[in-house]
């Protein structure tokens, strides 16, 4: 019975790994944009509130009537909305009554909704590639008009990136930090990059000189644990450290707990993880959150409450592949030969109908094939 628990655990670890590559893609497309945002480009009242200080009523109103359009992208954009935002930053990009400053941060958050419109195929911007390039065609506009500004150098280096021209990537990031080197976001910008071309010490130099700059800095912890996760070999206990830090200084972000519980999980930590998918469960429920808690409660033990896990992941996503192979090989502990071989070979059918057979050397489907033979022989 053993066999059971000790493959469901690398299982788990394999899948893990295969899924965060694809979540990491999305998660950094949304994240890393809006940290940067954050950093680098000024928000809008805080760039006419200078020039408002010495207007008249009158003229105070027409320049915030002016800023309003530019108000109205952004909130699209913080909807998801980036075909509409696109829109309505082209508007203020197109009006030349605006200040040079407001018609600068339309091109940088235009170029933002970009990549976020080709990463999520938002209608009428499906074509990745050209996508990208009107992305990196505003940024460079940006440098055009103002060449001193490191936030257009992060901007087109932070799209480079998502074409994998990295030279070019890398290139304006590092001109970037010529021109802002006390500036963690762009130390993190540029981390962020490394971390996608699998330079994890790079990556993990950046980061930390990003927290050096701002110790308060919670992505840069973030993203520096998961660089120790990925890294061979694994730093498991420095990734616990930065996982830990992140929350102290934002409790609020779940993802924050479902990366040290997925650490603490690599590790043999189990009630650590249950304890942290047991917080994302709570602020934010998901079948894969069920699943990575129905995994660590089945390695202690706890076999009851991992299947009522598994149950409530396939209740939720009836297409989920660990769900059915974790219960399966619950199934097969409790001696339910039938019950297991059907959810075995629905892990099974799943994962060639979602994976491909490019995939079916992969050890995750390996484990499935393994499980499913083994199965077979016990029967009695």
């Known amino acids: 019975m ?17 899924y965060k590559l694809f979540s990491v893609v999305l998660l950094s497309a949304v994240q890393v944009a809006g ?47 980036y075909g509409e935002a696109i829109k309505a930053y082209t508007l203020v990009i197109d009006d030349f009554r605006q200040t040079s400053e407001i018609r600068i941060q339309a091109q940088l958050q235009r170029s933002r909704a970009y990549i976020l419109a080709a990463v999520f195929g938002s209608t009428g911007y499906d074509n990745y590639d050209q996508a990208i390039g009107a992305a990196i065609a505003d940024c460079s506009r940006v440098i055009n008009v103002a060449p001193e500004n490191s936030a257009g150098y992060v901007c087109r280096g932070f799209a480079y990136s998502y074409i994998f021209s990295h030279k070019e990537a890398f290139a304006d990031f590092n001109r970037a930090i010529e021109l802002a080197p006390n500036n963690p976001y762009v130390y993190f910008s540029r981390g962020e990059a490394y971390s996608r071309s699998d330079q994890f010490d790079s990556a993990i130099a950046d980061f930390s000189q990003a927290i050096k700059l701002d110790p308060k800095f919670a992505e840069a912890y973030y993203f520096r644990g998961l660089m120790y996760t990925d890294k061979k070999p694994a730093d498991a206990q420095r990734a616990n450290t930065d996982f830990s830090q992140a929350i102290q200084i934002d409790s609020t972000q779940v993802r924050y707990y479902g990366a040290r519980g997925a650490s603490r999980y690599s590790t043999g930590e189990y009630q650590g993880a249950v304890s942290d998918y047991t917080q994302v469960i709570q602020r934010s429920p998901s079948a ?39 219960r399966g090989l619950l199934l097969a502990k409790r001696g339910d030969t039938k019950g297991a071989m059907s959810d075995l070979q629905q892990a099974r059918r799943l994962y060639q109908e ?9 050890p995750e489907y390996q484990k499935i094939i393994k499980a499913i033979e083994q199965l077979q022989v016990n029967r009695p």
């Open 354 to 362: 979602l994976m491909g057979k490019e995939n079916f050397h992969q």
């Open 35 to 81: 940290v940067i945002a954050a950093g680098l480009f000024s928000p809008v009242n805080a760039s006419i509130t200078p020039t408002l200080a010495h207007k008249s009523t009158k003229q105070n109103q027409l320049a915030q009537d002016f800023a309003e359009p530019l108000r109205e992208g952004n909130r699209l954009f913080d909807l998801g909305k």
């Open 2 to 18: 053993l066999f059971w628990l000790l493959d469901l655990d690398e299982f788990m670890i394999n899948m893990r790994s295969r």
């Open 288 to 326: 894969t959150a069920y699943v990575d808690r129905g995994s660590a409660l089945a390695a202690l033990g706890k076999d009851a409450e991992a299947m009522a896990d598994y149950n409530q992941a396939i209740l939720l996503v009836p297409e989920h592949i660990m769900a059915y192979y974790g």
